[in-house]
């Protein structure tokens, strides 16, 4: 396995919903995201290894080396965001193969028995883009959603993940592996790595998150015929949440929290029609769950005012709360001597993106890593990191591995 062969695959990888720009469109359950799953599954086949697709549509690699022990899994996801970048998941999913495979190889050569079993994951829908919420495949795998619940969760064509994961063949009924343990590597998707011009990051905490799912309900009405006083506009009520949402960060010193609605759906969306329904989800993130409480208690304040200037309702709920997570010293410990051993600039980072590590570190011993972003950007086409930082991390991620695997 070398260098070579992982670039090879990286790119290749790339190619499967490529987009003009160097981006990928390969969102959850899609018959592009089915490509790189077939891609995953023939690339365990070659090797041999058993490929197993859980009732959630994870997919499994399966490497036996100790009859009956429990796995040391690697991995991450390959589905993307809309127009999203080639790196953010897959890199962490090829990283997983080619780490699995030195492993495998390197004990084969040294006729070494290790204490675990080795496994490489491909999560189901980390990205929540088509389906909310996010990090559902790992959730549900970590018993932290219920999976009958999330196979009835339908995308805005109103569409299943059941019928999606049925029409591309990967809704599965395996049993799910028996871990040990989890390691995952990812771009950093911020600009801290790269700033500072340090190869490996040691990711010790995950920020606290949540959504609200806000709707506006007005009246529709003629755009020509009615009189502005008699106008009840959700566009114009939800125009003003949307710049709530941006605003209140302002309350805050230095970004400790960050929130932005990216999604908006209207009703009924005709040129001359006043709006009557307005669906947005505003993303909140912050520091700690105390910024993010009072965030959101001057929010509901001030929608309430909208709510009344306008005599529209608004509804909030909350959903995909993520409380702050720590990941272990043990693993932060073991990823500053990985880097040690290989010579690569380390440092302890927090996370303010989810990945499926928030879910795993809820039920096993947990190591996540990060590589560099250029110019910190992530979720678009523009994404980028260098084939050297890649490589870098793939070897750390072996080295990582190796460790955990022999317990
Ligand atoms: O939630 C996240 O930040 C991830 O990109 N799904
Ligand atoms: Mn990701
Ligand atoms: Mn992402
Ligand atoms: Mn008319």
């Not at 897959?90 to 006729?111: D, F, I, K, W």
Request: charged share 20%; proline share 3%.
């Amino acid at each position: 396995m070398s260098d070579t062969t992982f670039l090879a695959d990286f790119h290749h990888v790339a190619t499967f919903g490529a987009t003009g720009n160097n981006g990928v469109e390969r969102q959850a359950a899609t018959p592009e995201d089915k490509l790189s799953r077939d891609w995953f599954a023939g690339f365990a086949a070659e090797r041999g290894w058993e490929v197993r697709v859980d009732g959630i549509g994870n997919m499994f690699a399966l490497i036996d080396l100790v009859p009956g022990a429990p796995y040391i899994l690697l991995g991450s996801h390959l589905d993307s965001q809309p127009l999203g970048g080639r790196f953010d998941g897959a890199y962490g999913v090829l990283a997983g193969l080619h780490a699995a495979e030195r492993v495998a190889e390197r004990l084969a050569a040294e006729g070494a028995v290790p204490e675990f079993n080795l496994a490489v994951v491909n999560w189901f829908n980390e990205e929540g883009g088509r389906f909310a919420p996010s990090i559902m495949g790992s959730s549900v795998f970590a018993g932290l959603m219920d999976q009958d619940k999330m196979l009835a969760v339908k995308d805005l064509a109103g569409t299943t993940v059941a019928e999606a994961l049925g029409a591309i063949g990967y809704l599965g009924t395996d049993e799910r592996p028996e871990l040990a343990g989890y390691a995952e590597i990812h771009i950093e998707q911020g600009r801290i790595l790269e700033r500072e011009g340090i190869t490996l990051g040691a990711v010790d905490y995950s920020w606290y998150t949540q959504k609200l799912d806000i709707e506006v309900l007005g009246e529709q009405s003629h755009t020509g015929a009615t009189a502005m006083a008699d106008r009840h506009d959700a566009l114009v009520a939800a125009s003003k949440v949307v710049l709530l949402v941006h605003g209140v960060t302002a309350k805050f010193d230095d970004e400790a929290l960050v929130s932005s609605v990216g999604q908006l759906t209207l009703e009924p969306n005709s040129p001359i029609v006043v709006a009557r329904r307005v669906h947005l989800v505003a993303d909140l993130r912050a520091a700690s769950p105390q910024i993010v409480a009072e965030a959101r208690a001057s929010l509901l304040a001030d929608i309430a005012q909208i709510a009344k200037d306008h005599d529209i309702r608004i509804n909030v709920n909350d959903f995909d709360v993520r409380g702050i997570q720590y990941y272990p010293e043990e693993g932060l410990e073991l990823t500053e001597k990985v880097a040690a051993n290989l010579g690569l600039g380390v440092r302890r980072i927090r996370t303010m993106a989810g990945h499926d590590s928030v879910a795993m570190n809820r039920i096993v011993p947990t190591v996540m890593m990060f590589i560099p972003s250029v110019d910190g950007v992530s979720h678009c086409e523009r994404e980028f990191t260098t084939d050297e930082d890649m490589l870098a991390g793939v070897r750390a991620l072996g080295e990582v591995a190796w460790e955990m695997v022999n317990g």
